[in-house]
């Protein structure tokens, strides 16, 4: 059985940093690429960022370039979103996602609430 387990979510003030992990499980973890989505009440979920199998290949949302940097440790089945530079409009739930044999995955997600 797939699962993620995202962590590090909190409040943070404007400008302040945090570092989500995700902990995957169940599948072949450094086998596939991860992503970071998130999501506001009320709105779709915003991809946010993606790296590749081995950690070589990233990119990211226009709004998140330049503060966020995602990296992965195979041998420890977890990514991560290193968050710099909060922002208020940064605020919501965020997801690691993968997609295994066509089927997309979700964890249950962490907040993240940038505010004063």
């Known amino acids: 059985e797939v699962q993620l387990v995202e962590s590090g979510g909190g409040l943070v003030q404007p400008g302040g940093s945090l570092r989500l992990s995700c902990a995957a499980s169940?599948?072949?973890?450094?086998?596939?690429?991860m992503s970071w989505v998130r999501q506001v009440p009320g709105k779709g979920p915003e991809w946010v960022s993606r790296i590749n199998t081995g950690g070589s290949t990233t990119k990211y949302t226009d709004s998140v370039k330049g503060r966020f940097r995602v990296s992965r440790d195979n041998a420890k089945n977890t990514v991560y979103l290193q968050m710099n530079s909060l922002k208020p409009e940064d605020t919501a739930v965020y997801f690691c996602q993968t997609e295994v044999r066509r089927t997309k995955y979700w964890g249950q997600g962490t907040q993240v609430t940038v505010s004063s």
């Open positions: 169940g599948f072949a973890f450094g086998s596939y690429d």
